[in-house]
């Protein structure tokens, strides 16, 4: 289970964006000795994720919602 705050960036509370996953996983795997496992991220919004190290790669699975669209023009 994890909580993100980063109130130096302007976010009061990441809400489980997936992107704070990209660098707890390979801190817990080395910890845990193993390279999968689930995680919890409880935010107001809350969400489970399951978690792997890939050799230099994080993969991320889980449920998401649509919060923002856009279009890119390069």
Do not use: K, N, Y
């Given at each position: 289970v994890s909580r993100v705050f980063v109130p130096g960036a302007?976010?009061?509370e990441d809400p489980v964006t997936g992107s704070a996953h990209s660098i707890?996983?390979?801190?817990?795997?080395?910890?845990?000795?193993r390279t999968s496992f689930s995680a919890f991220q409880a935010s107001a919004r809350g969400g489970w994720m399951e978690?792997?190290?890939?050799?230099?790669?994080?993969?991320?699975?889980?449920?998401?919602r649509t919060v923002i669209e856009g279009i890119f023009r390069v």
């Amino acid at each position: 289970v994890s909580r993100v705050f980063v109130p130096g960036a302007g976010i009061d509370e990441d809400p489980v964006t997936g992107s704070a996953h990209s660098i707890i996983v390979p801190w817990w795997a080395e910890r845990l000795g193993r390279t999968s496992f689930s995680a919890f991220q409880a935010s107001a919004r809350g969400g489970w994720m399951e978690c792997a190290l890939a050799s230099d790669r994080v993969l991320l699975s889980a449920q998401c919602r649509t919060v923002i669209e856009g279009i890119f023009r390069v």
